[in-house]
């Protein structure tokens, strides 16, 4: 099976993507809602829940990790992709050539969590690919527990989308990445506030078309993933609001299951 993780309801985003793309292959998803956010955290704290993560992950049954967290994909792809002996995946490539491939004023703009934009990584990789590009970050702190608590449409979120946003509106960026996995939930109100004109680069589904494309090519790994088309939601604790949300989003119906790493 196919093992997803992030700090809580946001990864299920990619488990969405993921469902849509490979219907037929197992999931298993770990949100570590016990101890999100993870944005705000150290580097060495969030690579210390990856590793906890993703040996969760392998213990039962996965055989290929997404790491669905931007914070954990800035500084811990290195570290887990080293300690343990499975394919993983991070989801900061894949939005970054989506990016350079569709800007066509090479003007980016990222919005993501503290940790994420304080690492740097999206600009490097950006520039490593294109150097023409320019690249604005803004840190938006405050979406993820807007998200986590359910508030997507409500008017509180959306001044607070608008004034993160206003920074890079005015850099007139034409391509906005979507640098935290919970953040596709707030995409319609992004894309209004940003205007309809500026290209939003979604990770989920960049994500979900790069572990298609591996399966593909390497037959040898697909054939170690289990295809009965399953999905089993794990988190660290399990409330209302995420059954909520998680059904909501995955629509189908779902067997929530608390665990303790
Ligand atoms: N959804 C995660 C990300 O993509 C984590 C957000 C958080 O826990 O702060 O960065």
Not at 144 to 151: D, N
């Amino acid at each position: 099976m196919i093992g997803i993780f992030d700090s809580g309801i946001g990864g299920l985003t990619v488990v969405r993507a993921l469902m849509r793309e490979l219907p037929q292959y197992d999931l298993l998803y770990f949100g570590d809602t016990a101890r999100t956010p993870y944005g705000n955290k150290s580097a060495d704290t969030v690579r210390r829940y990856a590793h906890e993560n993703t040996a969760f992950l392998l213990a039962n049954g996965a055989r290929l990790i997404v790491m669905a967290c931007n914070t954990a994909s800035s500084v811990a792809t290195e570290s887990v992709s080293s300690a343990f002996d499975v394919p993983v995946f991070e989801v900061i490539s894949p939005a970054v050539a989506q990016a350079v491939r569709v800007t066509r004023k090479k003007r980016v703009g990222v919005i993501g969590t503290r940790a994420t934009v304080a690492s740097g990584i999206y600009k490097r990789k950006i520039q490593a690919m294109d150097p023409r590009v320019r690249v604005f970050s803004q840190a938006c702190p405050l979406l993820v527990p807007l998200v986590e608590e359910g508030w997507l449409a409500k008017p509180e979120t959306t001044m607070v989308v608008k004034k993160y946003l206003l920074p890079l509106k005015t850099r007139q960026i034409d391509t906005l990445i979507l640098g935290c996995t919970h953040y596709p939930l707030l995409a319609p109100v992004i894309q209004r506030k940003i205007g309809r004109r500026v290209h939003i680069i979604d990770s989920s589904t960049s994500v979900a078309s790069a572990v298609s494309a591996f399966l593909a090519a390497r037959p040898d790994v697909d054939e170690t993933l289990s295809r009965q088309g399953g999905a089993r939601i794990c988190a660290s604790d399990v409330t209302e609001q995420f059954e909520k949300t998680a059904r909501q989003l995955l629509q189908r119906p779902i067997i929530l299951e608390s665990v303790r790493l």
